[in-house]
């Protein structure tokens, strides 16, 4: 199919695209590279992973982008969340791969954190006075569900999901995605 006919068949009311080659600096610059880590991978929705990848409670899936790491789990109440792949004591990430847990923990220092995020142990607490469990919670990502993917955004702001989704969910309706696996 021709480009100029590729965006009418998408989308009649977006007319046709201009066709540009794209420079192939920006494929491969760190400048380009350092511009997309700060401007458009936290400020964007992806897919992280599917929902049957997580099926069980304390199911995980590490997903890594650029120098971010995820880690996208079920709760105990079968919800879905993404966590920043970090210790918040000293930044050492909690879990690669995936696999299934009942809590995160920290190899370094043993730090801990439910399902849920909420901090369960701190080694030597007495060593860190003045700190409130609110202080301690997991930091999150945002997490959107569409069609059984598992879409998540670093950053607060921006298109809240539905409307980032809107112009392609209709159109992507009819193949059911959901009923979809990954082999």
């Known amino acids: 199919m021709k480009q100029e006919k590729l965006a009418t068949v998408v989308n009649p009311e977006w007319g046709k695209l201009p066709f540009e080659r794209i420079d ?23 897919v992280a992973c599917r929902e049957e990848e997580i099926p069980n409670v304390g199911d995980y899936f590490e997903y890594e982008i650029a120098d971010q790491s995820l880690l996208v789990t079920r709760t105990p109440s079968g919800a879905i969340k993404a966590y920043f792949n970090a210790c918040l004591h000293r930044g050492t990430q909690l879990a690669k791969g995936c696999g299934n847990v009942t809590q995160f923990m920290c190899p370094f220092h043993n730090w801990r954190w439910s399902l849920d995020g909420d901090n369960r142990h701190i080694l030597d607490k007495a060593d860190f006075p003045g700190l409130k469990p609110e202080d301690l919670k997991l930091p999150e990502a945002q997490v959107g569900l569409w069609g059984g993917f598992v879409f998540v955004k670093l950053t607060e702001g921006g298109p809240d999901f539905e409307e980032y989704l809107k112009p392609v969910a209709d159109g992507l309706a009819p193949y059911e995605l959901r009923d979809y696996r990954i082999r």
């Open 24 to 46: 192939v600096a920006r494929y491969i610059s760190p400048e380009h590279v350092a511009l997309e880590r700060e401007c458009l991978w936290p400020n964007t929705w992806q």
